[in-house]
């Protein structure tokens, strides 16, 4: 008896041996996964490391709140230019702790949350599979989640991501692209915990709707996926408490509209506007359905990407029958109001949300053209399709590859998936789709860091001095020294100059005071003091130019163009010859004048250039919504007549 019970617990004693040993090498293989995918991506990042002029237009806005000036991109005028309110507050925070330099400021920032991105889209989709990062206690996660514990977790989703040039690009290159995606790896991977919990804690459940509330400050189309979360999460059933599920919900409203409303109504009544005035200057509810589609496929189409996505999605669907197979099987229960508030709450419908997210915001993308930038619009929505099988299970014969049978398929094809999604990686990291350098082509779109680097001569443009070998940026500095009085400074065709329109007699003690009129605003606004005025013609830091009518086959992205005759008139310099630039018509600077006396053109310069008092911010807060849907045609003769003004020059009747 006593020998037979010992044979009995020896197998035993050796099976749960091998169980832990595979448990260890499960876990240290879902570790080196993620030390291995963020050491590639960040040499691939730190490769190709720069700031683009747009990453430097945040830093002129950060320098300006340093400054005490406030969040304005021009002392004095209250223009909201960064797209991204928490990337910018963000980077000006790390500013001001560090008292670094900004340009390494907003470079480390960049790399360390795109970094943090891929880590956190792995933790959840290894909480989706089960595993290495799974509970211990998982008999409320459902089928897929509750995996058996003989999977390992390899990267898939994540070395298609990091493959992509356009993705290690904008890793860096000071703008929020890191961030958009940092955000959305972390609301992935709480809202798997939170699905998943046998019981929800309140300060989790609250952390996680602060987060998802964060989505307009984030980036303003990142609201489609917050609003999401918040909806199924507020559907879902309510966590045990002491407290009704009414006064949760309650709560759940709360916590994550909190911080956005209330910047929201601040953002009406200091900027006079209810969205960035980027959205404005890009009309971003124009639709462009042609362009949108030669963006996507300016992505899709040099890279192959829609090969290893097929890939994914067969591997996902192949990995969830199998993780369902091996646990419960198909659930045969009829779908009623109760039953789809309780799956809200699990991770099939976190992995629909997802999916959901990034398809619709790859619609939108389309439908507003994309973007000039090649990929940069569309690395979010990738981002979310691929967070599902940022890793996926590969599930070992349960008697050993050498005796595996026809039921063990699954193995076999997710082992040739991941094969053939490596083999793709190798080929896209070395791919170069875009070949024309320095010439823009008819689609407008760009590799905007190879196009940087040609123009500049600097294999990493990042300070704000290596854009001075920028055409016309040395020669913009040089002019300023040389005209003390000041002026509007108006770029010419040649390289070497600026037209500068003087101000007129007589000059007070100083100076006048410089604007330059130029499109890149971060180079020209970063080499320049602060009391150098810089705006553009397409409107992101000059709202006059940003409400003007949208060119109907202009430049994605640049397609507006505010005639110079504008500023002239509205910066009061001298409108005749031989003072103005030759090829400025006089003619036209007097239909100016008259054009911008129209009453509603002087209460939208008035609501971002007049003292900030309660009134006016009640003003703004009340007219916002009328000044963002204003516009006005930028040729001034027609600007007179649709304001239905006296035209200095009138039409000679027939």
Not at 42 to 51: E, T
Not at 147 to 170: E, K, M, N, Q, T
Not at 222 to 228: F, K, P, Q, S, Y
Request: proline share 7%; aromatic share 12%.
């Amino acid at each position: 008896m006593e020998r037979t019970e010992q044979v009995t617990e020896e197998p035993a004693e050796g099976s749960a041996r091998s169980a832990l040993r595979f448990a260890w090498l499960s876990r240290a293989t879902f570790v080196g996964g993620i030390a291995l995918t963020v050491v590639l991506f960040s040499v691939g990042a730190w490769q190709r490391r720069w700031i683009a002029d747009d990453g430097l237009i945040v830093l002129r806005t950060v320098r300006n709140l340093l400054a005490g000036n406030g969040p304005v991109f021009n002392e004095g005028e209250r223009v909201e230019t960064n797209t991204s309110t928490a990337w910018t507050y963000l980077v000006w925070f790390f500013s001001w702790l560090t008292r670094a330099r900004l340009e390494y400021v907003v470079l480390g920032v960049a790399l360390t949350v795109s970094m943090l991105a891929i880590v956190f889209a792995m933790l959840g989709a290894a909480r989706l599979w089960g595993g290495a990062a799974r509970p211990r206690s998982a008999t409320a996660s459902g089928p897929v989640a509750r995996a058996a514990g003989s999977a390992l977790l390899l990267p898939a989703g994540v070395f298609v991501y990091i493959a992509l040039p356009p993705a290690r690009d904008y890793a860096t290159s000071g703008l929020e692209s890191g961030l958009v995606i940092c955000w959305l790896g972390l609301l992935w991977w709480q809202l798997m915990r939170w699905s998943q919990a046998e019981r929800v804690q309140l300060p989790a459940l609250f952390g996680l709707v602060f987060l998802a509330g964060l989505a307009p400050l984030i980036r303003p189309e990142m609201t489609l996926v917050g609003a999401l979360s918040l909806l199924m999460i507020f559907l879902a059933p309510m966590p045990s408490s002491r407290l009704r599920p009414i006064v949760l919900r309650t709560l759940i409203v709360v916590a994550a509209g909190l911080v956005p409303m209330c910047y929201q109504v601040w953002r009406m009544g200091y900027y006079g506007l209810p969205y960035p005035n980027t959205a404005v200057a890009k009309d971003a509810g124009g639709a462009k359905w042609g362009q949108g589609f030669k963006y996507l496929w300016d992505l899709v189409g040099p890279y192959y990407l829609w090969v290893p996505l097929l890939v994914l999605l067969v591997l996902g669907i192949v990995a969830g029958r199998s993780a369902r197979t091996a646990n419960e099987g198909k659930d045969e229960r009829r779908w009623t109001v109760r039953r789809v508030r309780e799956w809200l709450r699990s991770p099939s419908a976190v992995v629909a949300l997802m999916l959901g997210s990034g398809f619709v915001l790859t619609i939108y993308a389309l439908r507003v053209g994309g973007d000039f930038m090649h990929g940069r619009m569309l690395l979010p929505q990738l981002f979310c399709l691929l967070l599902p099988v940022a890793v996926v299970p590969i599930r070992l014969p349960e008697r050993g590859l050498r005796t595996a049978t026809a039921q063990d398929w699954s193995f076999a094809v997710i082992a040739l998936a991941l094969l053939g999604t490596a083999g793709w990686a190798l080929f896209a990291a070395n791919t170069t789709a875009i070949k024309t350098g320095t010439k823009i082509s008819a689609s407008g779109i760009v590799d905007e860091r190879v196009y940087y680097v040609l123009n500049t001569g600097h294999d990493h443009p990042i300070l704000a001095e290596d854009y001075l070998d920028y055409p016309r940026v040395r020669a913009m500095v040089n002019n300023i020294a040389e005209t003390p009085d000041g002026g509007l400074l108006l770029n010419s065709p040649s390289f070497m100059f600026w037209y500068v329109a003087p101000p007129p007699q007589p000059i007070p003690e100083g100076g006048a005071g410089h604007t330059v009129y130029f499109l890149n605003l971060g180079m020209t606004s970063m080499n320049v003091p602060l009391d150098v005025r810089v705006i553009d013609q397409m409107g992101l830091a000059y709202p006059l130019a940003a409400h003007s009518d949208r060119l109907t086959d202009g430049r994605i992205g640049h397609d507006k163009s505010l005639y110079p005759d504008w500023v002239v008139v509205d910066l009061g310099m001298v409108d005749r010859h031989p003072w103005m630039p030759w090829y400025m018509d006089e003619k036209w600077v007097t239909q100016a004048r008259t054009a911008m006396s129209c009453p509603d053109t002087v209460a939208l310069n008035i609501s971002y250039r007049d003292p900030l008092t309660w009134g006016r911010f009640k003003h703004n807060l009340l007219h916002a919504l009328h000044f963002a849907k204003y516009r006005i045609d930028r040729v001034p003769k027609y600007e007179i007549e649709r304001c239905g003004l006296v035209d200095p020059y009138p039409q000679p009747q027939r």
